[in-house]
């Protein structure tokens, strides 16, 4: 379970910062009629993917086990790593996009471990200990690795890792969504709808 067993728009942290998807209206324009509006479908309006045998979506989120993406076989690419984000994943994301894929969902979660490596960092070098690694080695790999994938917030991070893809892959439909763990639908940060009202978002004039 959550830590916040009401979810996240109850959730005093996430709440002001995230909005409902709660019908296709809800859905930016940009990406009805899309293999992100499927996703969303499948998880907040129990509308079931329906398979078409190439890649259509790449799904990047986090490894955490509390949250399974509703997808059918042979409909997604999916990088889990955690906090979802895809440093160091940008040669797998190249990949998916020669295969077709012009769609990628970003999914950000609440209550992520991400945010709390400090917390767990005795946990990691104690394992690495128990792996034959020597104090000093475990300590230097945690403390380089933990600046690689640590967070501050789940929904800046969202934001910092879109505007970082965007800048390497301009020309492919990059969706920021966050997921709450209680529920499992999917929610927009409200930082996305002031990016889309922007006048120079890429595309907004064709789509
Ligand atoms: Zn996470």
């Avoid at 200990?129 to 790999?141: P, V």
Wanted: proline share 6%; aromatic share 10%.
């Amino acid at each position: 379970m959550a830590k916040n067993p009401l979810g996240v728009t109850r959730n005093v942290h996430f709440n002001l910062r995230l909005k409902k998807l709660e019908n296709v209206d809800d859905i930016p324009e940009r990406w009805r009629g899309t293999p992100i509006a499927s996703f969303i479908g499948a998880h907040n309006f129990d509308q079931p993917i329906e398979p078409s045998g190439k890649p259509e979506l790449l799904i990047a989120t986090c490894i955490e086990f509390r949250f399974t993406p509703k997808i059918p076989s042979m409909y997604a690419y999916v990088i889990r790593r955690a906090s979802g984000r895809l440093v160091g994943s940008e040669f797998t994301m190249v990949y998916t996009m020669s295969q077709g894929v012009k769609h990628v969902v970003l999914v950000g979660h609440d209550d992520c471990g991400m945010t709390k490596v400090s917390q767990k960092r005795d946990a990691m070098i104690q394992t690495l200990k128990e792996q034959g690694w020597s104090e000093k080695r475990a300590e230097e790999y945690v403390a380089n690795e933990a600046g690689r994938y640590a967070i501050d917030d789940e929904v800046d991070s969202l934001e910092s890792e879109f505007y970082r893809l965007l800048e390497l892959f301009p020309n492919v439909e990059i969706a920021p969504l966050f997921v709450s763990l209680n529920s499992h639908r999917l929610y927009l940060p409200t930082w996305y709808m002031e990016y889309l009202n922007r006048p120079t978002v890429p595309g907004k004039a064709n789509r």
